[in-house]
């Protein structure tokens, strides 16, 4: 949410967005374990978290590139590990020498399902995944 679209509010409106932003927060705080979205936006780039690549859109060339990856932040103290998938967006300042990492979110679909429907798809012709034979971890 934008600065100035919290501006157009009613400050009775924001009073109540605060309380339960304060509400919720607190929960997260005194929680046991951290939660996946959590631990994905906290990465930054460091090579003390591991972290495999599931998949990269851009080039590495351009400065620009998105990857999709897993992080497995402590085997032996976090058993939820690994954590994600997450989208990271990559931009490189070949001037400076340094690369930036943004976290976008977690990916709506798996990787491998994505890659199948843009290679089984052709223009004019809808895409119709079936349950059983592209999400079977889904299905319960």
């Known amino acids: 949410m934008t600065r100035q679209r919290l501006l157009r509010m009613p400050a009775k409106r924001l009073r109540m967005i605060a309380a339960e932003i304060n509400t919720v927060l607190r929960e997260l705080e005194t929680a046991s374990a951290r939660r996946d979205i959590d631990i994905g936006a906290e990465y930054d780039g460091r090579d003390d978290l591991i972290y495999e ?10 400065g620009r590139w998105h990857q999709i990856q897993t992080i497995y932040c402590s085997l032996a103290h976090c058993p939820n590990c690994p954590h ?11 001037r400076k020498k340094k690369t930036r990492v943004r976290f976008v979110g977690i990916p709506a679909l798996p990787e491998q399902l994505l890659i199948s429907m843009s290679s089984d798809v052709s223009w004019g012709t809808p895409y119709r995944a079936l349950a059983e034979e592209r999400l079977p971890e889904m299905i319960d």
């Open 84 to 94: 994600g998938p997450f989208r990271f967006a990559y931009y490189r300042n070949k």
């Open 53 to 62: 690549v599931e998949g990269t859109r851009g080039s590495q060339a351009s």
